[in-house]
């Protein structure tokens, strides 16, 4: 058995998308190679720094991802395997980005609760301080904006009884 330490460059971009590995991102390796009769079992962890874009307000995120792997590198025989030990050696460059690329959230967001844009101003929600609207969603609604809960203390004290009788 064997204990290892690997800090390599990656050497393309890793993933697609909102979010990825950019090239040259330094990615940490911590694994442990263990001789077994059907050839090598490589378990370790690895990680590194993913960069991109929320998915709903379009900020820059960039977020630590490590992962967890674990494969059986055959030796070389009759039948095919995914993983096959090669002079003596494992090549765990596609066993790492594999496991690392499909640990990627499909849709980033930069907070659990991100608001995203506004839909009028394309402003994002979460930086927006204006309180008031501009101009009402649906003009059927507009005359409602004037209405404020002052009106209802009002209407009481000048004598006014708001019952069904009235």
Avoid at 32 to 37: C, I, K, N, Q, T
Avoid at 47 to 55: H, L, T
Avoid at 60 to 67: G, L, N, P, S, Y
Wanted: glycine share 8%; proline share 6%; with cysteine.
């Amino acid at each position: 058995m064997r204990v290892f330490t690997l800090e390599v460059p990656a050497e393309a971009q890793w993933g697609e998308g909102l979010v990825s590995f950019p090239k040259g991102e330094i990615v940490r390796v911590d694994g442990r190679l263990e001789s077994v009769h059907e050839g090598i079992l490589v378990t370790g962890t690895a990680d590194a720094q993913s960069v991109g874009e929320c998915g709903r307000c379009l900020t820059d995120i960039a977020e630590h991802v490590e992962v967890e792997f674990q494969e059986l590198f055959a030796y070389p025989g009759d039948e095919a395997t995914d993983f096959e030990v090669q002079d003596d050696h494992v090549d765990l460059e596609i066993l790492v980005r594999d496991a690392m690329v499909l640990s990627l959230p499909f849709q980033p967001v930069c907070q659990p609760d991100c608001p995203g844009l506004d839909p009028n101003t394309g402003e994002r929600l979460t930086i927006s301080t204006e309180t008031e609207q501009r101009e009402p969603l649906d003009p059927r609604w507009a005359a409602l904006q004037d209405y404020s809960k002052d009106h209802d203390d009002k209407a009481s004290r000048s004598g006014v009884d708001h019952t069904e009788e009235s």
